[in-house]
């Protein structure tokens, strides 16, 4: 069994927090966000993945 929790943060340019998903007890998890329910534009932003080891941010491109 793995407790181990992480968190995908989705923010924009401006630091706003758009999405967050957080996963509890997976070794490894695929996570889809939908980028028209959560209201997304084409745009830059910034994904965070959080756990108790650390966290890693990577930008990304959002294109129509």
Do not use: C, M, W
Request: proline share 3%; aromatic share 6%.
């Amino acid at each position: 069994e793995n407790d181990t929790e992480v968190t995908l943060n989705l923010y924009s340019i401006l630091g706003e927090r758009i999405v967050s998903i957080p996963t509890r007890g997976a070794r490894e998890f695929t996570t889809q966000i939908s980028v028209a329910e959560n209201n997304i534009k084409p745009g830059v932003y910034f994904v965070n993945l959080t756990s108790k080891n650390g966290t890693i941010s990577k930008k990304i491109t959002i294109v129509e």
